[in-house]
């Protein structure tokens, strides 16, 4: 077990720094497990709310501000982009200055990100502080893992991880009901300015709650040359991911970036072998759990995000759902998070991470199998049964994963191993959206023109059925103004026939990719390092 000493650096006012991390549990708010997980779940609550509220105002955005579809595309990207790349760095900053400053630091630069985007009249500060955001957002998420870590005992880690992925499955599945309640209801603006109160009560509560944790050989240098290593690799492998639907993924361009992001990962991993101080020990990796928990968190994404992608559109374009309507029907997802996340907290803790986590992916891969059988007529009982189905395979993995990775890392890494769980989760959403879109586009435009030919509508030319294609990817019936009422009805017929077709397939894969992570699964066990934390406090 790794040794370690717990630091009060909280300020002058506070107690003098503190003895080895057996001591006596501290007395009052300051440093109490529960309450210092109430306020990282606020502060957390925000980046995985921003990651799906945004894409409800996305159309609002663009009429208010006269903006283009491209310049719309990086609100998203820009956001995912910075969240991405800075994770693993910002971790390390709160493994070297301590994770309640970084936390806070994140949680002002956040809020303060928001309000300023609400207060923007053009596009381009719109997107310039959607990166800030990203930024800011990376510097909390580790912090906040690294903060629960160090406070709660072993025996409470697990379920304390279970209400933190509860927050954050709610936040993301929530944010696009909340999100068109506030634009039908309010303005987009409100989108980001609802984010100015949380964070004043997130860094409120954290001046006076959280205690400063940090390890007796917490590192004291930074790694420069590696950051820059690693930041560019990521970029590169997230701009080809984010790139290439509209590229092309056989485009030499897309390749170009994976190739650099290939050579980028390459030398970071050599530098890190020389340096005294390395940004991320690649010993650190010889742990096969917390490897494989980093692989099985990247698969988990891949099949959630990516699956989850399609079924928006599903909902809104082929059953002519609202937003909130559409939101509505994702309840079950949301509320088996909500329910399964501390109750898998619990299980792991009595049975160890290998079981929950095989049986979660196994429900995933049986969920998204079902979801792969779903059609236009498909009623909301039968969604609702593959929606709940998700959630609840989801929480365990979610939870599981989570403690596989920071539970298995030393201390003075705790910061790096939430970086690693986070950025794993953030490429697995990028590469599951962007493989699985491939999957979807190819089958629409193998499908579409044969489907058009056979329901008896005039031939397209090739131009025309580009256009058309691109409409049905998104489940958009290609019906042009005066179009004939009977004519429309089997143009909508076809498109809806068809990017259901395409849905099906890329649910498939899905479940193949949740399969793969069954077996990853497999190679888990409870964190090694986990009982390391929880220096101070009362349960």
Request: hydrophobic share 55%; proline share 5%; glycine share 12%.
């Amino acid at each position: 077990m790794t040794s370690q000493t717990t630091i009060d650096t909280t300020g002058p006012g506070d107690k003098a720094p503190s003895a080895p991390s057996d001591r006596s549990p501290a007395s009052g708010l300051r440093g109490h497990p529960w309450f210092t997980l109430i306020t990282v779940a606020v502060g957390v609550m925000m980046v995985a709310l921003d990651g799906t509220i945004v894409a409800i105002a996305n159309p609002a955005i663009q009429s208010d501000l006269k903006a283009s579809f491209a310049d719309v595309q990086w609100i998203t990207n820009g956001y995912f982009l910075a969240l991405a790349v800075s994770l693993i760095t910002a971790g390390k900053l709160g493994d070297r200055f301590g994770h309640r400053q970084t936390f806070l630091i994140g949680v002002i630069g956040f809020a303060a990100a928001s309000g300023a985007i609400g207060l923007s009249d053009s596009i381009a500060p719109v997107v310039a502080f959607r990166v800030l955001q990203g930024v800011f957002g990376a510097l909390l998420m580790p912090a906040a893992l690294g903060l629960l870590r160090a406070t709660f005992p072993a025996e409470k880690l697990n379920m304390a991880i279970g209400i933190w992925g509860m927050v954050i499955g709610a936040s993301t599945a929530g944010g696009p009901i909340l999100g068109g309640v506030l634009v039908e209801q309010v303005n987009w603006q409100s989108v980001f300015f609802i984010n100015v109160p949380v964070g004043i009560l997130a860094v409120a509560l954290g001046v006076f709650i959280l205690l400063d944790h940090r390890a007796e050989n917490a590192p004291r240098s930074f790694d420069i040359l590696g950051i820059a290593l690693l930041s560019a690799a990521m970029f590169c492998l997230v701009w080809a991911l984010i790139k290439a639907p509209e590229w092309g993924w056989g485009a030499g361009t897309t390749w170009t970036f994976v190739l650099a992001s290939v050579v980028g990962f390459a030398l970071f991993a050599l530098w890190e072998t020389k340096v005294k101080e390395p940004l991320i020990p690649l010993t650190l990796f010889r742990s096969l759990p917390l490897s494989a928990g980093v692989v099985l968190m990247v698969l988990m994404a891949i099949a959630f995000m990516g699956g989850l992608f399609f079924v928006t559109f599903y909902l809104q374009n082929v059953h002519g759902m609202s937003p909130i309507d559409a939101g509505l029907h994702l309840l079950p997802l949301t509320g088996m998070m909500i329910v399964g996340s501390p109750l898998a907290g619990a299980m792991i803790t009595k049975l160890g991470p290998r079981v929950p986590l095989a049986g979660g992916m196994a429900a995933v891969a049986i969920a998204m199998f079902g979801m792969s059988t779903l059609d236009a007529g498909t009623g909301s009982g039968l969604m609702s049964l593959w929606f709940a189905l998700l959630g609840l395979g989801l929480a365990p993995v979610m939870v599981g994963a989570t403690e596989v990775i920071v539970g298995n890392a030393p201390m003075e890494l705790s910061g790096v191993a939430g970086g690693l769980q986070q950025a794993a989760m953030q490429i697995g959403g990028s590469l599951g959206t962007a493989v699985l879109g491939a999957v979807m586009a190819s089958k629409v435009d193998s499908d579409l023109a044969g489907n058009w030919k056979d329901a008896g509508l005039p031939d397209l030319t090739p131009a025309q059925l580009d256009q058309a294609s691109e409409a049905v990817q998104v489940g958009v019936p290609p019906v042009a103004k005066g179009t004939p009422e009977a004519i429309a009805a089997k143009i909508t017929d076809v498109a809806h026939d068809t990017f259901v077709s395409g849905m099906s397939l890329a649910s498939l894969v899905a479940a193949g990719v949740a399969v793969v992570a069954v077996l990853v699964a497999m190679l888990t066990k409870r964190g090694e390092n986990a009982e390391a934390g929880a220096g101070v406090g009362h349960i």
